[in-house]
DNA sequence: TAGACTTATCGAATCGTTTCGATAGATTTA
DNA sequence: TAAATCTATCGAAACGATTCGATAAGTCTA
């Protein structure tokens, strides 16, 4: 492999002035810049990353841990924080923190390997980012919240694209609305049951609320609620079953379909989050959307700013965008039909 | 940041003993190997990768270039090269080589950041892949194809699965025939003409192929050609339509559906790729899927062994899986009805 | 107990780049 | 023309880990 002292010995110079050479330094003398940076070229010289990360501060290198690549989720906070990085110089590289993958974790961020780190998987021990952000690394993590110095959260607001979703739910006369939480532990499932409380709270009608039942956000537990609502409550008194992720919502289609229920028309559905298969389902299912291109935007931004500009700068409290209510077939009344 | 000079120190010991004694060596004393090794844990030593890369021949990374990380394919490789990887200490790390993005590639392969790479991207430069094979960095590329020594391809067989849903649709009873291929100028679209000839010309059926379409891969295309298709030939004269890929195949399904031809019975339709839309269109489109896991997997295996064995035992010929048909309704006959 | 081996540790060189201070030589200033 | 100022280049010291050949001890053989 060409090395700059390579380079430098056939250029007739030491291997320093060589290095200035090549960034296009003025001190070195025209005739001998270009003799220097043409014979690096014929020979595709490149200079070895790994000596020069060691000797410079900066490696102008972002890590973004994932947990896996698949969905379209990831792929557009990936675009998002590609165009942000586009002219700044930075790259961002991605590793898979997947199943007991510690190894994209250590070789990334604990190696320093990057500059700063974006941060989108629920189950990356928060400890470890932690003590990870002491040693000065700055980190970004997207859709959960960590207090700690150095640390910067991007996310949605989960009770607030609840609220508006139920609030649509009550404009278009839905009277009874049943939700379907997820897991106890699952702080969006909390923020998004929140946001429904605090709408069916504002609104003056009575008997809106028709029941809240704990599901396990699986395809599965939605579609046993929905039998339970209606062992519970007979078919003709929910008008809306709104439940907190799309995969319980589309149980509770499914439910609802195979003992004949009309979706939009005698009962409303409506997800969360605008998986892929929402907009495939049939009915094609109301939910409510995380902007990821603009999360993954200002992921990037807050990195570079924090790598460029003064931290002092940053924001030390989570910065939340707003959710996107996204209408589809399945709360709509006018009449559903199959085929294409 | 702690270094091994700091553990060292610490501990009493030099650099080079306490470099010896954190990978466990039993040339250290066992109270001396333990004391050092509790020292660095205690101040959360981790060593510097840049500085052990740029000394150590081996990185241990594995660079995985893609266009982007968009849909289901890019993710089930991954899957595969995790499961390959997962023991034997390489860790593959993921470089979008999207819109421009120079970025990655220079960083990742040519700044020698990985020992090896795999490349599923067909834009990235055959010419700048070869010029990095030569200095040395094996490569693994998918779905197509580069005869370079350090190259290796891994690809599916698109003649053969063309030919095998050729062959599923002339047994189903699908006599009249169209295909639609893709742009000149793909070598894909080739093959999978070439399949769908081959399958034709094997049967002694006659007028089974009701006329090759020149597409360019849009939905948009499928739709426009097969309204010529119905046009030239009038509607009940083709019984199915091959489109070289699955948008053109769903082009090809509104269309028919637009003018009332009810596909499966009236007209089948089947496409290539199965990417996800495909099984959410209604109905189901039958298509060509690859198998994109075991791809991955063994393009991590055959990178792994191009690291660790004797190159010569590798193949020289690029690596073809058959593809997998992916029948769904497009092609049946069963009356198709709309709903959930 | 001198010589041969082991054992435990260390020092110095190395990987390839960058950077800082030094040094000649050329040029200007007083 | 001696001193001051540039200009173009170089040498050496980093960066942090690894590795190889010393080097002291301590253990064993004859």
Redesign the pocket.
């Known amino acids: 492999?060409?090395?700059?002292?390579e380079?430098?010995l056939r250029a007739?110079?030491?291997?320093?002035?060589?290095?200035?050479?090549?960034?296009g330094d003025?001190?070195?003398?025209?005739?001998?810049?270009e003799r220097v940076i043409e014979i690096a070229h014929a020979l595709g010289?490149?200079?070895?990353g790994?000596?020069?990360d060691?000797?410079?501060k900066s490696k102008q290198i972002i890590g973004v841990l994932l947990h896996d690549l698949g969905g379209p989720f990831y792929s557009e906070v990936l675009r998002g924080i590609q165009h942000r990085m586009h002219d700044s110089g930075f790259t961002p590289i991605v590793g898979c923190s997947a199943p007991g993958n510690h190894g994209a974790l250590t070789r990334l961020l604990l190696e320093q390997r990057v500059d700063g780190a974006i941060v989108l998987d629920p189950l990356v021990d928060k400890e470890a980012l932690i003590r990870i952000a002491r040693r000065g690394l700055p980190i970004v993590v997207l859709d959960r919240e960590i207090s700690e110095s150095g640390i910067y959260s991007v996310m949605a607001n989960h009770e607030q694209g609840a609220y508006h979703a139920t609030q649509y739910l009550l404009e278009e006369g839905f009277r009874s609305i049943a939700f379907i939480s997820g897991p106890d532990d699952s702080t969006h499932s909390k923020a998004r049951l929140a946001g429904f409380c605090r709408a069916l709270a504002q609104t003056r009608q009575r008997g809106v609320c028709a029941g809240i039942y704990a599901g396990n956000f699986t395809e599965d537990s939605g579609c046993e609620i929905a039998y339970q609502i209606m062992r519970d409550q007979g078919r003709h008194r929910v008008d809306a079953v709104f439940a907190a992720n799309d995969e319980m919502a589309l149980g509770v289609m499914k439910a609802f379909a195979d003992v004949g229920v009309v979706i939009g028309q005698e009962v409303a559905v409506m997800g969360f989050d605008d998986i892929l298969i929402a907009q495939y389902a049939r009915p094609a299912l109301t939910t409510v959307r995380q902007p990821m291109y603009d999360i993954g935007y200002h992921a990037a931004d807050l990195i570079c700013r924090a790598l460029v500009q003064d931290r002092s700068s940053l924001p030390t409290e989570a910065v939340v965008f707003p959710m996107q209510l996204v209408v589809r077939e399945s709360t709509k009344k006018t009449t559903f039909e199959g085929g294409i």
Chains 1, 2 share one sequence.
């Open positions: 492999m060409v090395s700059l002292r380079v430098a007739g110079v030491s291997p320093s002035t060589a290095s200035i050479a090549l960034r003025k001190r070195v003398k025209t005739d001998t810049r010289y490149v200079p070895n790994s000596a020069r060691l000797k410079r």
